[in-house]
């Protein structure tokens, strides 16, 4: 590694924390972006025949459905990995002791 990596490696311990946040937030919105594609996606593949000028109530059902479906697996899946963060300890604890 050279001096400037180092550097700029040891610059990062000191980031702004209005900085910080504004990136946090921003990364938040890009992964609620890339939700939003991913079920209106799989969502219009399963429940979209044929595209007309009016929505039938078949398919705004399966809309409803597939969404409400899409949201609950994620919520579930989020729920899981928290709880399995919980229960291991964070790497960063362990080397400290």
Do not use: Y
Not at 20 to 37: A, G
Not at 64 to 84: G, K, Y
């Amino acid at each position: 590694m050279d001096s400037s990596s180092s550097s700029s490696a040891a610059g990062l311990g000191t980031v702004d924390p209005q900085l910080q946040h504004f990136i946090e937030v921003e990364t938040q919105k890009q992964r609620f972006q890339q939700l939003v594609h991913q079920m209106t996606e799989l969502c219009w593949e399963k429940c979209m025949d044929k595209p007309g000028p009016k929505l039938d109530s078949r398919a705004e059902a399966c809309f409803v459905n597939c969404v409400e479906r899409f949201i609950d697996t994620s919520q579930f899946i989020l729920n899981r990995l928290e709880q399995t963060q919980k229960s291991k300890p964070v790497f960063s604890e362990s080397l400290s002791d």
